[in-house]
């Protein structure tokens, strides 16, 4: 069965740093690109990050320079490192698999498979 399960949000103050994980099953995570979205309330859902099987990487102006995509294949995890957080980023963090894999796209109809949404809360 075809799985991500994301983890590792919660509270964090502003300035501090979060590692999302998005551990995937019943795929190859090395042919696969996953990518990163945060949804508003009552908003669409934004692209954030993603990363190619190549490792290619990209991001969303609003996370570039604070967010860091990684992956370790053997463990089939793929992390979102958040650093300098803002109250703006608190939203609802989701990770996604496009099994083709050769694209890093911040579009979210470019996945196949999406995991469980995760809160992400930065406040004083």
């Known amino acids: 069965q075809l799985q991500l399960v994301a983890s590792g949000g919660g509270l964090v103050q502003p300035g501090g740093s979060l590692r999302l994980s998005c551990a995937t099953s019943?795929?190859?995570?090395?042919?696969?690109?996953i990518g990163w979205f945060r949804q508003y309330p009552g908003k669409e859902r934004e692209g954030l990050s993603c990363?190619?099987?190549?490792?290619?990487?990209d991001y969303a102006d609003s996370v570039k320079g604070r967010f860091t995509s990684s992956r370790d294949n053997g463990e089939n995890t793929a992390y979102l490192q958040m650093n300098s957080l803002k109250p703006e980023d608190t939203a609802v963090y989701y990770c996604?698999?496009?099994?083709?894999?050769?694209?890093?796209?911040?579009?979210?109809?470019?996945?196949?498979?999406w995991g469980q949404g995760i809160q992400v809360t930065v406040s004083s």
């Open positions: 019943g795929f190859a995570l090395d042919y696969t690109t």
């Open positions: 990363i190619s099987r190549s490792r290619y990487t």
């Open positions: 996604a698999a496009d099994l083709d894999g050769r694209s890093c796209s911040l579009s979210g109809p470019s996945y196949d498979y």
